[in-house]
């Protein structure tokens, strides 16, 4: 796989079950971590918008059972919309 080989997003390690074949459990990396949200908001388009609305599975806060979704934030922490959002170039000085 080369989420894991070439470009170490993710780890593996194999496992078995009892009576069962060895599968594999994937973890993210570090460098995995930084993707989470695009895996997230994939997750979430394709629940909506290729499996009728709902998914095979939800994700969940450990402590408290919450559902976890993606949200927009600006830097003060307000919620944004996507019409509340425009691309400015940065200015980079030498």
């Known amino acids: 796989m ?3 080989a070439e470009l170490g997003v993710a780890r593996s390690k ?3 079950e009892p009576g069962d074949r ?3 459990e994937y973890r993210l990396t570090r460098k995995g971590v930084g993707l989470l949200p695009v895996m997230v ?3 979430e388009w394709g629940d909506k918008h290729v499996n009728g609305g709902q998914g095979p599975f939800v994700l969940q806060e450990i402590g408290t059972g919450d559902e976890v979704r993606l ?3 600006s830097a003060s922490g307000r919620r944004v919309e996507p019409n509340e959002i425009m ?3 940065t200015v980079r000085t030498p």
């Open 2 to 4: 080369r989420l894991v």
């Open 14 to 16: 194999p496992y078995q």
């Open 22 to 24: 060895t599968r594999h």
């Open 41 to 43: 908001g994939l997750l």
């Open 71 to 73: 949200e927009l934030r």
């Open 87 to 89: 691309p400015r170039t």
